[in-house]
């Protein structure tokens, strides 16, 4: 297959790891089937309450489109979004840890604190955003834990994953809440990738018509 375009997505840390080779070796092999690559870390709190940055490849066939292709990726709006606009009101109490589950956190978190580690659970501040939502998250919420007035806090709802990720309301879970945790973990940020594709879209229409007249030409 020979894709006209394409959209690679990643971590942020491919750009290091390996100390930059994995990324060279990526770059150099696009290079080597004759695509002109560009890419960029994008934190995904311009447009969900949540600090997720990863990287995106948009990569363009010279043999189709030449060197020219004038592609940018998107300006991103400053997002007023907070935690509170995605949380329902009413959440059963199945999702609020046991006392024996917050003990531990809290004895884990002040372990590596006294080591001088940053390792331990994180509080949402409902005010402002959360931390990356990852795969692990069906194991205990650690990472984003919903503070509750004379209560332990909670995990995230797979519905409220669902809304931390960008997904519409109209998008059906006929999964376990564990394997729900798990596919939002490793999902990406929806409105940031319609945000790429449609900057994809505008460059590749405007691409074509230059190309027609140049063929007409």
């Given at each position: 297959?020979?894709?006209?375009?394409?959209?690679?997505?990643?971590?942020?840390?491919?750009l290091r790891?390996d100390?930059?080779?994995t990324?060279?070796?990526?770059?150099?092999?696009?290079?080597?089937l004759?695509?002109?690559?560009?890419y960029?870390v994008?934190d995904?709190?311009?447009y969900?309450?949540?600090h997720?940055?990863?990287?995106?490849i948009?990569?363009?066939?010279?043999?189709?489109?030449g060197?020219d292709?004038?592609?940018?990726?998107p300006k991103?709006?400053d997002s007023?979004?907070?935690?509170?606009?995605i949380l329902?009101k009413?959440?059963d109490?199945k999702?609020?840890l046991?006392?024996?589950?917050w003990?531990y956190?809290?004895k884990?978190?002040?372990?590596?604190?006294a080591?001088g580690n940053g390792f331990?659970?994180?509080l949402?501040?409902?005010?402002?955003?959360?931390r990356?939502?990852?795969a692990r998250?069906?194991?205990?919420g650690?990472?984003?834990?919903?503070?509750?007035?004379?209560?332990?806090?909670?995990?995230?709802t797979p519905v409220?994953?669902?809304?931390?990720?960008g997904f519409?309301?109209?998008?059906?879970m006929?999964v376990?809440?564990t394997?729900?945790?798990?596919?939002?973990?490793?999902?990406v940020?929806?409105?940031?990738?319609?945000?790429?594709?449609?900057?994809?879209?505008?460059?590749?229409?405007?691409?074509?018509?230059?190309?027609?007249?140049?063929r007409k030409?």
């Amino acid at each position: 297959k020979r894709p006209r375009m394409f959209l690679l997505e990643n971590v942020k840390n491919l750009l290091r790891h390996d100390k930059g080779k994995t990324f060279k070796i990526i770059s150099d092999t696009l290079a080597k089937l004759d695509y002109n690559v560009k890419y960029e870390v994008i934190d995904a709190i311009s447009y969900v309450p949540q600090h997720r940055e990863r990287i995106f490849i948009v990569g363009t066939d010279k043999k189709y489109f030449g060197n020219d292709f004038n592609f940018k990726f998107p300006k991103h709006p400053d997002s007023k979004k907070r935690m509170k606009d995605i949380l329902d009101k009413n959440v059963d109490s199945k999702y609020t840890l046991s006392n024996k589950l917050w003990s531990y956190l809290q004895k884990y978190a002040e372990k590596h604190k006294a080591r001088g580690n940053g390792f331990g659970y994180g509080l949402v501040n409902l005010n402002g955003i959360a931390r990356t939502l990852s795969a692990r998250y069906y194991k205990d919420g650690s990472e984003i834990l919903i503070p509750q007035k004379n209560n332990n806090p909670r995990r995230l709802t797979p519905v409220e994953c669902a809304r931390l990720m960008g997904f519409p309301k109209t998008f059906d879970m006929p999964v376990s809440d564990t394997q729900a945790y798990k596919q939002f973990g490793n999902t990406v940020v929806v409105p940031v990738i319609a945000a790429i594709a449609k900057s994809i879209q505008k460059s590749l229409k405007s691409s074509v018509v230059a190309i027609d007249k140049h063929r007409k030409n």
